[in-house]
């Protein structure tokens, strides 16, 4: 998982520098309104993705470490890994949408 969001996060770095070189950027999603509804689209699903995320491994990792509280959050690890499976799928979904994003861009 913390590859996947690196890679977002390379990503993204990769869409900023692609709309900061372009001079008239304003003109460019004023000429391709679609555009700029996609980056929308990317970049709330990439908060929602990972905001989701945050919160269930914030969750996973609420129990002090002692010894019981080790047990305990390996417990919720098993029994939330499906949860967490789904989270990662979405954000290789997410990854393969900002790609697309950026071949756009680029074009």
């Known amino acids: 998982m913390c590859s996947e969001a690196s890679v977002i996060s390379a990503s993204l770095s990769q869409i900023q520098t692609l709309l900061l070189d372009k001079r008239e950027s304003t003109e460019f999603f004023e000429s391709r309104p679609e555009l700029a509804n996609v980056l929308d689209i990317s970049l709330t699903g990439c908060n929602v993705v990972l905001s989701c995320l945050d919160e269930e491994i914030r969750r ?13 959050n390996r417990a919720k690890f098993v029994w939330n890994q499906d949860k967490l499976r789904d989270l990662l799928d979405s954000l290789r979904g997410q990854q393969t949408a900002i790609n697309l994003l950026i071949q756009l861009l680029q074009m």
């Open 60 to 72: 996973m990792s609420a129990t002090p470490l002692q010894t019981i509280g080790l047990i305990k």
